[in-house]
């Protein structure tokens, strides 16, 4: 019987087909690329700005935005309505960005606040995320409504609608699109980039699309 033997026991117990020669071929080259794709990533890492951290009694721009020791710091992972922002509609229509501004300064009161960023923004502000004690600033803001995710805290956002708080009690524009909307420079929270970076990027991006295509 080809392809099968029987046991001891008088079983018949399949017998594995040799691999190919092409399939070890194919074998060899994933290994590689494998190998490759963690040998990039982490020089990926490696290129990533170092850590800043900044602690103290901050002062409140928006509600995005605050001053520690004279270092702007934008809270990284969010996106909070411009100052001159209105939301909602007649008879409910507010000012939603000093509201904003308004619950940021009550989550810092007159505490000392941690900021830990990495990288900053095109306004040269640091990007981090700020702590009261063991509380996430930059959570707490999406949880609460105050501000929308923009990258990150999702699961915050998606609280913040189920329980039709802060921006979600009534209808409003994103902060994004109503600076489209006003001629206001958009944010940005992508981090200084290297030329390093952007090849690196490029291959690992390359390599994921060849894995998906193969797999």
């Known amino acids: 019987m080809k392809g099968r033997f029987r046991s001891s026991r008088g079983r018949v117990v399949n017998q594995a087909a040799p691999r190919s020669a092409f399939r070890k071929f194919a074998d060899i080259c994933l290994t590689l690329i494998f190998f490759g794709l963690v040998a990039l990533l982490v020089a990926r890492i490696?290129?990533?700005?170092p850590m800043i951290s900044h602690s103290g009694n901050a002062y409140v721009i928006d509600g995005d935005t605050l001053v520690i020791d004279k270092q702007h710091i934008r809270l990284m992972g969010i996106d909070a309505p411009e100052l001159d922002q209105m939301c909602g509609k007649e008879p409910l229509l507010r000012n939603c960005g000093q509201v904003a501004r308004q619950a940021l300064q009550k989550l810092l009161a007159k505490n000392q606040v941690r900021c830990d960023g990495q990288g900053r923004d095109k306004f040269d502000r640091i990007l981090a995320t700020c702590f009261v004690g063991q509380n996430n600033i930059n959570y707490t803001m999406v949880e609460t409504g105050q501000a929308v995710a923009y990258g990150d805290y999702l699961d915050a956002e998606?609280?913040?609608?189920?329980?039709?708080?802060?921006?979600?009690?009534?209808?409003?524009?994103?902060?994004?699109?109503?600076?489209?909307?006003?001629?206001r420079h958009?944010?940005?929270?992508?981090?200084?980039?290297?030329?390093?970076?952007?090849?690196?990027d490029l291959v690992v991006g390359w390599v994921s699309r060849f894995l998906g295509g193969i797999w």
Not at 161 to 171: H, I, M, Q, S
Request: charged letters at 35%; hydrophobic letters at 30%; glycine letters at 4%.
């Open 46 to 49: 490696d290129q990533r700005p």
């Open 158 to 183: 998606l609280l913040a609608r189920g329980r039709k708080v802060g921006l979600w009690a009534n209808t409003f524009e994103t902060p994004q699109d109503w600076r489209r909307t006003h001629d």
């Open 186 to 200: 958009d944010e940005t929270l992508d981090v200084e980039r290297s030329p390093v970076s952007d090849v690196i």
